[in-house]
């Protein structure tokens, strides 16, 4: 039996099980424990500053949630011509909407930083961190930017280095090492993510496959967020 478009994605682990398929996939969209990844991984980065300013650790979350959390994701949701990862369930001119109104708000909080301080290395950061945003996920340049090792830079290294240069518009080697630290983890996420959805997608998927890797991205994302959350305690303990 043919399943609708879109059906493979509201049965992954971080869809609501209940609720209207627009609601459950409107939620889905936002991939939320994969963002809480991205967040927590610029929550580290503000972290290692000698004394962060809060106010710019809540900007650059809210800056990563707005243009990867949301963005990034309703631009992966419009697809291509042959691919359309949700389907019909979300209407083009609403993904486009969302994701213009996001990319708009990022770049407006950034921007206020960046016009009132002179963040320079923010601002760079951020302009590729933007590239990629539209490169990976619109697949340009024949998606030669579409790969797990690019994946892994600007949904990993990026927010690190992005929560550091908005602290304090420098670079250490720490952060450079915690850049790649995270890397490493948002590479483990994308080669289980992309198998995992491969079997989702089959009509009677291997299920202890799918169970195994499902496992996987649940223990990488549970990790990477738990240790965020207890530097940011550790933090605040100061």
């Known amino acids: ?12 682990w971080f869809v609501p099980a209940r609720g209207s398929s627009r609601m459950r996939a409107w939620v889905g969209l936002l991939f939320l424990p994969y963002t809480a990844m991205v967040l927590s991984y610029t ?6 500053a000698p004394a962060p300013d809060w106010a710019r650790v ?38 486009l909407l969302v994701t213009a109104l996001a990319f708009t708000l990022a770049y407006a909080i950034g921007g206020y930083y960046v016009l ?28 030669r930017f579409h790969t797990d090792a690019w994946f892994a830079v600007s949904w990993g290294a990026l927010p690190v280095l992005a929560g550091y240069t908005l602290q304090t518009n420098a670079l250490r080697p720490s952060v450079l090492l915690l850049a790649l630290a995270a890397a490493l983890f948002s590479l483990v996420q994308i080669r289980a993510s992309r198998p995992y959805k491969a079997l989702r997608r089959g009509e009677t998927p291997p299920r202890p496959a799918a169970q195994t890797l499902e496992g996987v991205l649940r223990a990488v994302s549970a990790g990477v967020i738990t240790l965020g959350g207890a530097l940011l305690l550790a933090a605040q303990g100061r």
């Open 1 to 12: 039996m043919n399943r609708p478009a879109g059906s493979a994605r509201l049965r992954e």
């Open 43 to 48: 929550v580290m980065g503000a972290l290692l």
């Open 58 to 95: 809540a900007a650059v979350v809210a800056i990563y949630f707005l243009g990867l959390g949301i963005g990034a994701h309703a631009l992966d949701a419009l697809g291509s011509r042959r691919v359309k990862p949700w389907g019909e369930l979300l209407g083009r001119r609403e993904l």
């Open 116 to 143: 009132r301080y002179g963040l320079v290395l923010f601002a760079l950061i951020a302009l590729v961190e933007g590239f990629f945003a539209l490169a990976y996920n619109l697949e340009w340049f024949r998606g």
